[in-house]
């Protein structure tokens, strides 16, 4: 039978359930600030996708668009606008919008924001804390991944789990994450797409997580049978439909071929994005308590 399909809208809007009330226990709704330093139309599209996933919940959110404010060409000029952002006390919480202009690290930039008001949970300060298992500001998509396995009923203990993509916002967090106890934990093998043989470690995990960022890395021949698998990618290709080239979204994993083989599968669209979304509103209102 075709693998059970984790589907994200449904845990998202636990998730976003659960920020309603935390946000009914604030004294004042948490604003979110993002910077936006380019005129990418990809950008701007995901800014307006925050904008409508915060006006959902009661969070406010605060776009600083320097394309029509004035340019932040620069490292440092970006670094002294993110220092700005610190400073107001009315904002509980700052993301950097990418691409970021030619030749500025986005890393140097998102480093300049307060740890309590990281709230995609890249700051150093944040990032060390999973290590001794607070996972209160996590990255959002690694803990969309533990989340997703969590409602799924998926039992981690003494599994064989390989996490295929070693980022350090998705792959090398979740990797810390999914080690969270000595009683839960499943063995963790971390490898990506420079790994030799990847397949003989990919056949032998209970659990897959794949955040390569390559379209149709894992075969269906590579999955176990009856292996849960988490596809963290989101890759826009070109295929021919009726004689015309169309783009289609899909993950790391061969979804229909994989789908034949394992017994739980996240579906690209509509799999882990969607929860990644509803994390960082959970971010923000972390962001907030801390703060208060």
Do not use: W
């Amino acid at each position: 039978m075709p693998a059970e399909l984790i589907e994200g809208g449904p845990i998202a809007e636990a998730i976003k359930g659960e920020v309603r009330s935390a946000l009914s226990g604030l004294s004042r709704p948490p604003k979110l600030a993002a910077l936006l330093a380019t005129d990418n139309p990809g950008a701007k599209y995901y800014a307006k996708s925050q904008e409508e996933a915060c006006a959902e919940v009661g969070i406010e959110y605060e776009l600083h668009d320097a394309s029509r404010t004035g340019p932040l060409a620069s490292a440092e000029e970006m670094k002294a606008y993110v220092r700005g952002l610190n400073k107001d006390a009315s904002l509980t919480g700052i993301i950097l919008l990418v691409p970021v202009p030619e030749g500025v690290n986005p890393r140097d930039v998102q480093l300049e924001i307060a740890p309590e008001k990281d709230v995609e949970g890249v700051h150093p300060a944040n990032i060390g804390r999973l290590f001794y298992g607070d996972f209160s500001l996590a990255p959002c998509t690694a803990h969309a991944v533990v989340r997703m396995l969590q409602e799924a009923g998926v039992d981690l203990k003494g599994k064989e789990t390989v996490v295929v993509g070693h980022s350090e916002i998705v792959g090398k967090p979740a990797v810390v994450m999914l080690l969270r106890s000595m009683m839960e934990s499943p063995t963790v093998t971390c490898c990506h797409i420079a790994t030799r043989d990847l397949a003989l470690h990919t056949k032998r995990a209970d659990v897959l997580v794949v955040a390569a960022g390559k379209a149709g890395l894992i075969k269906g021949e590579m999955v176990k049978p009856g292996a849960v698998v988490i596809d963290v990618g989101i890759n826009r290709v070109k295929v021919e439909v009726g004689g015309k080239k169309k783009t289609r979204i899909v993950g790391d994993v061969e979804f229909e071929a994989a789908r034949e083989v394992a017994a739980a599968i996240t579906p690209v669209p509509g799999g882990v994005g969607m929860v990644t979304t509803a994390m960082l509103l959970a971010n923000v209102v972390e962001c907030a308590r801390r703060q208060a």
